[in-house]
């Protein structure tokens, strides 16, 4: 079965520092990798997808990630966060084949220092 | 071009009682899939919609059940509230599998 693991469950970054927020991933082939961003009382809004190619994926506001197919890992990183970066973000896997169904990680809250 | 909205925002219900949840997807997409989010836990998948039919669905009892229009909107429906239900419902549109999922803002639905 699918699972993702995304194992800091609370990170304290300061403004302008770098980030990386870790996500490993269980799947028996190449899944479907997702990181979504969530901020209070919104909903989920997507950074970032990979589904083949490039293993080095470029999304919205800034963030990247990196599928290494050989430690099961999709990290997202930014080189210098923003104060407005502040959210929780979850990692997520698909199965190719199958419908839209998303396997969330249980999300990473990140809080900005000034 | 508007996004996807859901009604209501908040609800609160007694145990044994049935709730209806909407979800009005973007323009043009055909697809609507539906999670349950759970106080400091992700999203689960309940299940999905696509032109009116149900076409996947999580691990969650029948008393979870839905609905699509013709006109792509959804209704998340659930008979015989437990106390576990307790959570934020969200809903998401696509243009079809594997499409970029729009997720709404969600209800809060609280048991009590």
């Known amino acids: 079965a699918q699972s993702v693991t995304q194992p800091d469950i609370h990170i304290t970054v300061s403004e302008g520092a770098s980030l990386e927020l870790r996500c490993n991933y269980s799947y028996g082939a190449t899944p479907y990798l997702f990181w979504y961003v969530q901020s209070p009382g919104q909903g989920l809004q997507l950074l970032l997808k990979?589904?083949?190619?490039?293993?080095l994926v470029q999304g919205i506001k800034g963030f990247e990630a990196e599928f290494k197919r050989s430690q099961s890992s999709f990290n997202l990183r930014k080189p210098s966060v923003h104060w407005s970066d502040a959210a929780e973000y979850f990692c997520?896997?698909?199965?190719?084949?199958?419908?839209?169904?998303?396997?969330f990680g249980t999300g990473t809250l990140l809080a900005v220092q000034p | 071009e508007t996004g996807v909205t859901q009604s209501p925002t908040h609800l609160i219900k007694t145990r044994g009682q049935q709730v209806t949840l909407r979800c009005s997807s973007q323009s043009g997409h055909n697809t609507v899939s539906w999670y349950q989010q759970a106080l400091g836990q992700g999203p689960q998948f309940i299940f999905q919609y696509y032109r009116e039919e149900e076409n996947g669905r999580g691990n969650f009892p029948p008393r979870f059940s839905g609905l699509q229009f013709p006109n792509y909107s959804s209704e998340l429906n659930v008979n015989a509230l437990e106390l576990d239900d307790s959570a934020l419902y969200l809903c998401?549109?696509?243009?079809?599998?594997?499409?970029?999922?729009?997720f709404g803002p969600g209800t809060r639905l609280l048991v009590l």
């Open positions: 997520a896997v698909g199965a190719r084949g199958a419908t839209n169904k998303l396997i």
């Open positions: 998401a549109s696509s243009l079809g599998d594997w499409q970029t999922q729009y």
């Open positions: 990979y589904f083949s190619g490039d293993t």
